[in-house]
């Protein structure tokens, strides 16, 4: 049996210390892994069920084969390993702004998610997400037009973890984003929170189709269960490509 207790990394970063701890979880007597940055919880792996979902349900809404897809933040690796599951994807590029937690993979710290780095149509971008969305160039050697783009970094899209993240979140940031998808291409997004009408709205603002998917799991911690919410949001099937821009 493995210690109770193991602090397996820990790194200073521009964002504040962030570690990487694992610890034997009594009541069902598994290994949890941790991600803290300062003293907040941002992940663990008792608790992937809606991670993955943000694959499968982004990724069931895009027609068609040999698919593209940018996965923003890299964590633990459940977003990115799910996404690989779906046969259609040719390329897979998660953009990771801390460089330690690409570390973690390249190492193979993660038992549950270390063939993450061992499959070919993986690239691991050491960026922010958020920039390169804003700046509209792209995503380092990824297609200039995207046919999903999965979205786990900020809480929720009213509590982000940096100040810089909010105008991704307004009709403006979404229509950047727009821009750099394929007719018909997806735009996937986990929040905390439970699904906002607000935002949906927002979405539908922007997008041909929007919906918020409330994705429930046990949580062993309590003993009853949790949820999270996973949008999902469509371009138009005929949409143009924004000038400049062409399919690769």
Request: hydrophobic letters at 45%; proline letters at 6%; aromatic letters at 8%.
């Amino acid at each position: 049996m493995s210690r109770r207790f193991e602090e397996v990394d820990w790194q200073q970063t521009a964002w504040g210390e962030i570690s990487l701890r694992r610890r034997l979880e009594p009541s069902l007597l598994v290994d949890v892994y941790e991600v803290k940055l300062g003293e907040e919880f941002l992940m663990s792996s008792l608790f992937t069920v809606a991670e993955i979902e943000l694959a499968r349900l982004g990724l069931a809404a895009v027609e068609g084969e040999h698919l593209d897809v940018v996965v923003g933040g890299l964590g633990l690796g459940y977003t990115a390993l799910a996404a690989l599951e779906d046969k259609r994807v040719c390329t897979v590029t998660v953009v990771e702004a801390l460089a330690p937690v690409i570390s973690w993979h390249e190492r193979r710290l993660l038992p549950d998610t270390a063939a993450l780095t061992l499959d070919p149509r993986t690239t691991l971008l050491e960026g922010d997400f958020f920039a390169l969305a804003r700046e509209g160039a792209g995503f380092g050697s990824a297609p200039g037009l995207l046919h999903a783009v999965l979205l786990d970094i900020d809480h929720t899209p009213h509590h982000v973890l940096h100040p810089s993240h909010a105008d991704l979140y307004t009709h403006e940031g979404l229509e950047r984003l727009a821009a750099r998808l394929h007719p018909g291409g997806v735009f996937a997004l986990w929040s905390d929170d439970p699904p906002e009408e607000s935002f949906i709205a927002l979405l539908a603002s922007v997008f041909a189709d929007a919906a918020g998917h409330e994705v429930t799991f046990a949580n062993p911690l309590t003993g009853g269960r949790s949820s999270n919410t996973v949008y999902v949001a469509t371009t138009s099937s005929t949409h143009p490509a924004p000038h400049g821009i062409r399919p690769s």
